[in-house]
């Protein structure tokens, strides 16, 4: 069993819909749970980052977090076409992060 | 803007060739990573160093090695290229000092080995 399971996708919904994007971990010793956006032919930049559980928001971005469950979530408020990439979810583990495999969106227009 | 440079966007090598990957950061981090990333497996770590001269064995470090001569440069090395190594690399750095988050990437180089 991975780590870290995210599933691939591709994910493909309407412009302007809720996209929900999820990750469930195996560690409970993680704290930094990040998402990471990376669009094609480029390296991932980091979008979002949470310390513990709880909700962060930022814009039409909300990051969730359930220590409790092992499951963390991006959900994106009226997509856009622009939001079309890959969504990697990452945790920390000392000096390196556990990634997931990455979900394709596709916000069609 | 802080940046993380890849030498090269694109290069195709042969068989058997050695080949140097280079990678330099300029917002004197401790951290430097290299990835490799394939469809379907994601990221997988080959190798990452926290401090120069230091180097750590990722998750798949077996045909590669490195150098860290300075902060700034980490370089990744396929000792004898094979066509199983053609993949997406990616560079990465982060601060370190308790700040395991923010990694900064390179935009890639896409090695094809023939």
């Known amino acids: 069993q991975k780590e870290v399971e995210q599933d691939p996708g591709p994910l493909s919904v309407p412009e302007g819909a809720i996209v929900s994007l999820n990750c469930t971990y195996s560690?409970?010793?993680?704290?930094?749970f990040m998402w990471y956006r990376q669009y094609s032919r480029k390296g991932p930049e980091l979008l979002m980052y949470?310390?513990s559980s709880g909700n962060k928001e930022d814009g039409r971005f909300t990051a969730q977090v359930d220590k409790s469950s092992k499951y963390i979530s991006l959900f994106i408020r009226d997509s856009q076409p622009s939001d079309s990439a890959t969504y990697l979810c990452?945790?920390?583990?000392?000096?390196?992060?556990?990634w997931g495999a990455g979900t394709k969106l596709i916000i069609k227009p | 803007d802080v940046k993380v440079t890849q030498s090269s966007r694109y290069l195709v090598k042969r068989t058997g060739e050695k080949v140097f990957l280079e990678c330099v950061q300029d917002?004197?981090?401790?951290?430097m990573f290299w990835y490799r990333q394939d469809p379907g497996l994601g990221l997988r770590l080959i190798y990452f160093?926290?401090?120069?001269?230091?180097?750590e064995k990722g998750d798949i470090p077996e045909g590669y090695s490195v150098s860290r001569e300075k902060k700034e440069r980490f370089s990744l090395i396929l000792e004898s290229a094979s066509t199983n190594q053609t993949s997406m690399y990616l560079c990465?750095?982060?601060?370190?000092?308790?700040?395991?988050?923010?990694?900064?990437f390179g935009s890639g180089t896409r090695l094809t080995v023939v």
């Open positions: 990465a750095s982060s601060p370190g000092h308790g700040n395991n988050y923010g990694y900064t």
């Open positions: 917002m004197d981090h401790e951290n």
């Open positions: 160093s926290y401090d120069v001269k230091m180097k």
């Open positions: 560690n409970s010793a993680f704290q930094y």
């Open positions: 949470t310390y």
């Open positions: 990452a945790m920390n583990s000392n000096y390196q992060l556990i």
